[in-house]
């Protein structure tokens, strides 16, 4: 059972941090606190902390520096979304994530039921979904 019920005020059920290089260990225990928090296993509430983890580090190494993490929850899902504002080339054109063998893009799409990234000219966005577990009595909660 979550704490999170149809009733429960959007922002209760949303949270949002920016990060950077120094912000990923506090990112991380925030991820895997709110996923169990929405009635994850713990080895479920790992997978979304490494995935997410996974994908600020890649912002981080790979991107801007920075980066932006929301996570909401549904009745059935827990929403993941990763971004990053991007970097310019020197004809201002936008760079997305090298996607390579290795940089644990794989590890997001074997971890979430769903993923879908997206680069453009204003960075970056991966979204990911987890179902959530179903209660015995079939409520979800």
Known sequence: MHPFRPGDDAEARVLVREFDADALAGL??????????????????IDVMLAVHELAANAVCHGPGHGRLQLHVTASALHCEVSDPGTSSSDGRAVPWPVEQGHGLWLIHAAADHVRVTSGPNGSLITMVFTLPVAADGTGR
Do not use: F, I, N, P
């Not at 225990?29 to 509430?45: F, I, K, P, Q, W």
């Open 28 to 45: 991380r225990e925030a991820v895997l606190g709110y996923a169990t928090a929405c009635g994850m296993s713990r080895d479920r509430a």
